[in-house]
Nanobody, 127 residues
Framework: QVQLEESGGGLVQAGGSLRLSCAAS????????TAWFRQAPGKEREFVAV????????DYANSVKGRFTISRDNAKNAVYLQMNSLKPEDTAVYYC????????????????????WGQGTQVTVSS
């Protein structure tokens, strides 16, 4: 069982930056393929970015490519999402998710392949 906790959300002006963190709590290890998803008001939850267990491979939604960077520090049991050049349409609750499925076998944007989810952190981008 992996327990995830997100932090780092908040209110920022368009063009600004935020860094989200996802940490495994308690005695759990975040030694898993880990992703970020987001859900905007009135919309379905969508894939944002994913990172392999080692951190050597990443993938992004087209809407965030070039602006967001996913990374991890396995020594700290944490995954990060650096968000730059934020837009009002990035406003959403951001969720961290982890899976035991290996990178090569994972349909990375498919939410039901991720077994462990955090509670989410709100990101609001004002225009």
């Amino acid at each position: 069982q992996v327990q995830l906790e997100e932090s780092g959300g908040g209110l920022v002006q368009a063009g600004g930056s935020l860094r989200l963190s996802c940490a495994a709590s308690g005695r759990t290890s975040l030694n898993s393929v880990t992703a970020w998803f987001r859900q905007a008001p009135g919309k379905e939850r969508e894939f944002v970015a994913v990172i392999s267990r080692s951190g050597s491979a990443t993938d992004y939604a087209n809407s965030v490519k070039g602006r967001f960077t996913i990374s991890r520090d396995n020594a700290k049991n944490a995954v990060y999402l650096q968000m730059n050049s934020l837009k009002p349409e990035d406003t959403a609750v951001y969720y961290c998710a982890a899976t035991t499925v290996e990178w090569y076998a994972l349909p990375k944007a498919t939410q039901n392949r991720y077994q462990f989810w955090g509670q989410g952190t709100q990101v609001t981008v004002s225009s």
